[in-house]
């Protein structure tokens, strides 16, 4: 296969794409993708899939690359999106943001370091006055979707992507609601003289 | 009601935000010169250090950047 310049293959791919091209890129699209999900639970006809289905996008795209990389990175990550959107899309069809958050709420709550028998009864009174805290702060300062989200992300591990479809949003608008949760959080604790850092340690030290 | 562990995510996150932080769109618009400097040997936390703190942050785009990476290391001669 020859190597082209990004120049050679944004020519060659414009419409009507050669049919040679394609067969180039898909040859690295699959060969690529099939490295990269060795260890992911995925068949050659899901490689198939997605390996089509980036191909369209690349298609489609293809004014929007600005030539900033190289064609074939540019071409790879375009279809890494398309196959770990499916492959979270799998992992997590079954779940509801309803139900991974009310199974957060009835499950642990009560923090490991409070049922530990070990640790110092006085760090351990520190520790559930702390935790008491941080859920009031939350509380005031973060909107219902702020919190869900950020119950869904963080305690769910629910991928964003994920998050976003289930609350009728983006990947992207779920990132900046996540990122005004976090000013804000930081804001008022810095108010309070309370720092991350140290609460982090005082956990730590559990 | 959050759990000792995401209460403990939380914070390592509140600690790292920053004002301005770019979004997953601005990510992965920059993402593939980003895996082309990094693949280069260039130090891509100065040279894009929105998306390498981007990167620090978002798993889905951290996931990406990894499995992309992965795939063009295979690849290089």
Redesign the interface.
């Known amino acids: 296969m020859s190597e082209r310049s990004n120049l050679e293959w944004c020519e060659i791919l414009a419409p009507p794409p050669d049919n040679a091209a394609i067969t180039d890129l898909r040859i690295?699209l699959v060969?690529?993708?099939r490295?990269?999900?060795t260890e992911r639970d995925v068949t050659e006809a899901d490689l198939e899939d997605f390996v089509q289905d980036a191909l369209l996008k690349i298609l489609r795209e293809l004014a929007s690359f600005?030539g900033?990389?190289?064609f074939t990175?540019?071409a790879?990550?375009v279809a890494?999106?398309v196959?770990?959107s499916e492959l979270?899309r799998k992992r997590w069809r079954d779940v509801s943001l309803q139900d991974l958050l009310t199974r957060?709420?009835d499950?642990?709550?009560t923090?490991?370091?409070l049922t530990d028998p070990t640790p110092n009864p006085e760090q351990k009174a520190v520790q559930g006055i702390m935790?008491d805290k941080?859920?009031y702060i939350?509380a005031e300062e973060l909107t219902e979707r702020q919190r869900q989200a950020?119950?869904a992300?963080?305690?769910g591990g629910m991928?964003?992507?994920e998050v976003a479809v289930r609350m009728g949003t983006n990947?992207?608008?779920l990132?900046?609601l996540l990122?005004d949760a976090?000013?804000r959080?930081?804001k008022r604790?810095m108010g309070e003289g309370l720092s991350?850092?140290e609460?982090?340690a005082m956990?730590?030290e559990a | 009601m959050p759990s000792q562990s995401s209460v403990q995510s939380m914070m390592r996150a509140i600690a790292a935000t920053r004002q301005i932080e770019i979004g997953c769109d601005e990510c992965f618009e920059q993402l593939d010169r980003f895996v082309d400097l990094k693949i280069a040997g260039e130090n891509v936390e100065e040279a894009l250090p929105l998306v390498w703190q981007h990167l620090e942050r978002c798993n889905d785009c951290r996931e990406e950047f990894e499995l992309l990476l992965s795939m063009l290391e295979a690849a290089a001669p």
């Open positions: 690295i060969r690529g993708l490295y990269g999900l600005r900033e990389a190289r990175t540019w790879q990550k890494v999106r196959a770990l979270r957060q709420a499950s642990d709550f923090p490991a370091v935790m941080i859920q939350i950020m119950m992300v963080m305690q991928p964003l992507e990947r992207n608008a990132y900046k990122h976090r000013k959080l930081q604790m991350p850092d609460i982090l956990f730590d």
